[in-house]
């Protein structure tokens, strides 16, 4: 299992935000670890998957344990970040491959997420996926 991680020039805000985003990947894809995602993950999120559901904290954390997906190859590319106090909108594109039942299927998204920070730490409160083109 890869995460491969684009970089550009960053505050340790950024830095701090972007730790948690990492963190919150690798629990779903790669750890399926709920403690990870109980605490990465505000009670208020809105979770929302690029095949149209929107789950809120029991369902997604469910949904992400329950899952038979593996993935393999994946890659994490940054797109932008902005913080404004307690509230940080960033995008990034995660690239790879899903595997469930033998079958691979390719996994090519750009993702929309809102944290704010709760009680000292950046938790997610929105996400939004969306199917993108794979690279070219």
């Given at each position: 299992?890869l995460i491969s991680i684009a970089s550009f020039?960053?505050?340790?805000?950024?830095?701090?935000?972007?730790?948690?985003?990492?963190?919150?990947?690798?629990?779903?894809?790669?750890?399926?670890?709920?403690?990870?995602?109980?605490?990465?993950?505000?009670?208020?999120?809105?979770?929302?998957?690029?095949?149209g559901n929107v789950e809120d904290k029991a369902?997604?954390?469910?949904?992400?344990?329950?899952?038979?997906?593996?993935?393999?190859?994946?890659?994490?590319?940054?797109?932008?970040?902005?913080?404004?106090?307690?509230?940080?909108?960033?995008?990034?594109?995660?690239?790879?491959?899903?595997?469930?039942?033998?079958?691979?299927?390719?996994?090519?998204?750009?993702?929309?997420?809102?944290?704010?920070?709760?009680?000292?730490?950046?938790?997610?409160?929105?996400?939004?996926?969306?199917?993108?083109?794979?690279?070219?």
């Open positions: 299992f020039a960053q505050s340790s805000n950024d830095n701090e935000v972007w730790s948690r985003v990492e963190a919150l990947t690798n629990a779903i894809f790669k750890k399926k670890d709920s403690v990870a995602l109980l605490d990465l993950v505000s009670t208020k999120v809105t979770y929302g998957h690029s095949g369902t997604m954390v469910l949904k992400a344990m329950a899952s038979k997906q593996t993935y393999k190859s994946l890659e994490f590319e940054k797109t932008s970040i902005d913080i404004d106090g307690n509230t940080a909108v960033l995008r990034h594109n995660l690239r790879g491959i899903s595997v469930e039942n033998g079958t691979e299927t390719p996994l090519n998204l750009a993702i929309l997420q809102v944290w704010r920070k709760e009680n000292g730490k950046w938790r997610i409160w929105a996400r939004q996926a969306v199917k993108i083109p794979p690279k070219g």
